[in-house]
């Protein structure tokens, strides 16, 4: 069964320190991996995503991710937070062959970035 | 603007009650979906429409009902609600090839 796993319920950095969400996964088959994050009062917001091509994937607001084949992973960095990051940062993976959009959605990571 | 709309955002109502949350996009999306948020365990797909007329079951169905008689809508149906269904309801949709889901704002359900 196709499972992902964020073993960080929450995650404090000072701004301007950089920051680093972990992402796990397990799939059998290629995974399409995706980082979505989720405001206060908001629906959540598509942040990046990796499909196929060069493991380190940049994405909105300064944000990349580097999927690593071997550890199973696809943690989320930044070289340098700011307080505005805060937020509900939420890991999903599908696969081709299924419907690309019923991803399996980590349990979500909080982020806190002091000042 | 593109955007997934729901409607209500907040509700609170009592077991037994039918209601009705709606979900409206202005994308021409093929693809829809609900899910329910619950602290500690992240998101949990409902249902889904792979287009008109097409539904199918996601991980936590029960209890739950959905059609999509029209491509823009498609609305989460809880015939019987139980206090168990207090959640955090998210609607979503995807142009198909795309991979990338657009939320709507979430509608918080308390049943008493």
């Known amino acids: 069964a196709q499972s992902v796993a964020q073993p960080e319920d929450q995650v404090n950095v000072a701004e301007g320190n950089p920051l680093t969400v972990k992402c796990t996964y397990s799939v059998s088959g290629n995974p399409y991996l995706f980082w979505y994050v989720q405001y206060p009062n908001r629906g959540l917001q598509f942040l990046l995503k990796?499909?196929?091509?060069?493991?380190l994937v940049k994405g909105s607001y300064g944000f990349e991710a580097e999927f690593n084949k071997s550890q199973t992973s696809f943690h989320l960095k930044k070289p340098s937070a700011l307080v505005s990051d805060s937020a509900l940062y939420f890991c999903?993976?599908?696969?081709?062959?299924?419907?690309?959009?019923?991803?399996?959605f980590g349990k979500g990571t909080k982020l806190s970035v002091k000042p | 603007e593109a955007q997934v709309t729901q409607n209500p955002r907040y509700l609170i109502t009592v077991t037994g009650k039918k209601l009705t949350v709606t979900c409206s996009q202005n994308m021409n999306h093929e693809y829809m979906s609900w899910y329910r948020q619950d602290p500690g365990l992240g998101l949990r797909q409902i249902y889904y429409?792979?287009?008109?007329?097409?539904?199918d079951k996601g991980d936590v169905p029960e209890g739950y009902k959905v059609s999509r008689k029209e491509k823009r809508n498609f609305p989460l149906i809880l015939e019987s609600p139980s206090p168990n269904q207090t959640s955090l309801y998210f609607c979503a949709s995807m142009n198909s090839g795309a991979n990338v889901l657009t939320f709507g704002a979430g509608s918080r359900l308390t049943v008493l």
């Open positions: 990796y499909i196929t091509g060069d493991n």
């Open positions: 429409s792979m287009n008109v007329e097409v539904t």
């Open positions: 999903a993976v599908s696969t081709p062959g299924g419907s690309q959009g019923n991803l399996i």
